[in-house]
């Protein structure tokens, strides 16, 4: 079991870019490295996801060295709207059939401050 | 698409009642989820669906909790009897597996209340 170990919070002004690291030492061969988003009072919302290397959308990238036991999460330019919840998901419940492989971890609280 | 949807949004009830929490996914979706989300323990996976037959339950807590999904547009999972520690918000997910990965649409929960 892929087990998630994220920061508790980080604290941001706005314009800058964050970058939050996830590790997972005991990843899988066949876990995908899913990021998460919640804001309170709602459910958490896909932000990236990705195997190795590195994937960009049009919020954030995801940065996956070679042995894939970290991930780091990039918000380019973060405004107030991002202060929120960031959760690491490592897991792949296709091959393994278990939704056990699916850990949320503690989450990351990202503040963004004016 | 309207997304997932849950009812109801918010739930009081009084202690050895029963409760009963429903989930509509996302139309084609083949996955389900029932998570469970508390401050102490945060996002915890209870039990997931998959083409209506339910995969994995070893995440539900107890006896009192079932789920089930007569169709593929609706879940329920049902505490009963209710104990003030159920209290929690309680969020449904589904997914569609397109090859890779996993990417859950979540709803917007249940904020369950058990005095």
């Known amino acids: 079991l892929a087990k998630t170990t994220q920061p508790i919070s980080m604290d941001s002004y706005e314009g800058q870019e964050v970058n939050i690291t996830c590790s997972h030492n005991?990843?899988?061969?066949?876990?995908?490295i899913t990021w998460y988003q919640q804001f309170p009072s709602q459910g958490p919302r896909f932000i990236i996801q990705g195997y190795k290397t590195k994937v960009t959308n049009e919020v954030a990238s995801l940065f996956i060295p070679a042995d894939r036991k970290s991930s780091t999460l990039s918000l380019p330019r973060v405004s107030l709207s991002d202060t929120a919840v960031y959760y690491c998901?490592?897991?792949?419940?296709?091959?393994?059939?278990?939704?056990?492989?699916?850990?949320f971890g503690s989450g990351t609280q990202l503040t963004v401050l004016p | 698409d309207a997304g997932v949807i849950q009812s109801p949004r918010h739930e009081v009830t009084e202690m050895g009642q029963e409760v009963t929490l429903r989930c509509k996914p996302i139309?084609?979706?083949?996955?389900l989820f029932w998570y469970r989300q508390t401050m102490m323990r945060g996002l915890e996976l209870l039990i997931y669906f998959n083409n209506n037959v339910p995969i994995d339950d070893s995440g539900m807590p107890e006896d009192r909790f079932s789920a089930k999904m007569p169709n593929a547009s609706f879940s329920t999972l049902k505490i009963q009897p209710s104990e003030p520690r159920d209290s929690a918000v309680y969020f449904c997910?589904?997914?569609?597996?397109?090859?890779?990965?996993?990417?859950?649409?979540f709803g917007p929960g249940t904020r369950l209340t058990v005095l």
């Open positions: 005991n990843i899988a061969t066949n876990d995908y």
């Open positions: 139309s084609g979706h083949d996955y």
């Open positions: 997910a589904s997914s569609l597996r397109q090859g890779a990965g996993d990417t859950q649409y």
């Open positions: 998901l490592v897991g792949d419940i296709w091959t393994s059939g278990s939704a056990r492989q699916l850990t």
